[in-house]
């Protein structure tokens, strides 16, 4: 792996992305919209909205960066972009570390953006802080990245790569505690719900809310994050093929 190579794929994307209006829109718009609607749906409720709307910030990024990348990376296989890379000294692991480079700096805006709004725009308070929720917000658009790369090995076509985002993020939305609290579902599903990347984003942005200082839970949380992001990274450029 050559750091150099890495710099020179993620400035490729990032110049391609800078010139796909539609995708930047989607990507930072979108998530804003969608909390504002998400306000006015719990309207004259606002303690529940102050509850789950930090809980939605670990999932709302998550989910739009998981889509644009698989459809991205599936998209340079298609036009044969992979194949021509692959003819020059650079290394699978350049690929997918280039592009969850470039990945990683929308992930950061997106995430940034859509938490500042809901902080501040929207007047949601959380006992930890702006910048422990920047963080969390920040970690969960890049684990969606990090999905998003790892599963388009998988599709064959834009279609089956937004397909592939319900067996893959659904059952971890139903499972993370969003819905009910994770101790009072069946076993099985506490057990699944342990290893999915997804609750440990949830139970973050919780953490954030329940309690004004940095917690080891908290840590702790990020942490996992942060492993599942990498090994999602390198199982990536394991199984990631060339044109489809």
Partial sequence: MSL????ATALRVLMQLRHDPRTLALVIVVPCLLMTLLRYVF???????????????????LLMMFL???????????????????????????????????????????????SLVT??????????GTVPVLI??????LLGTALGLFVSAFATSEFQAVELVMPTLMPQILLCGLFAPRENMA????????????????????QITRYASWTG????????VVGCVVLALVLGSITIRRQV
Avoid: C, H
Avoid at 217 to 224: M, S
């Fill in 136 to 141: 969390s917000a920040v970690l969960a658009a």
């Fill in 119 to 128: 902080l501040g725009f929207l007047g949601v308070t959380v006992m930890g």
């Fill in 68 to 114: 644009i990348t698989s459809i991205a990376t599936l998209r340079e296989r298609k036009t044969g972009t992979l194949d021509r890379l692959m003819t020059m000294p650079i290394s699978k692991l350049d690929f997918i570390f280039g592009y969850a480079l470039a990945f990683s700096a929308l992930a950061f805006v997106q995430a940034s953006i859509v």
């Fill in 217 to 224: 839970q908290l840590t702790r949380d990020l942490l996992i």
């Fill in 187 to 206: 076993k099985l599903l506490q057990w699944l719900s342990d290893v999915f990347p997804l609750t440990y984003s949830v139970d973050a942005m919780k």
């Fill in 43 to 61: 309207d004259g409720e606002m303690m529940v909205f102050n509850a789950v709307a930090p809980m939605i910030l670990g999932i709302f990024p």
């Fill in 4 to 7: 150099r190579r890495t710099f």
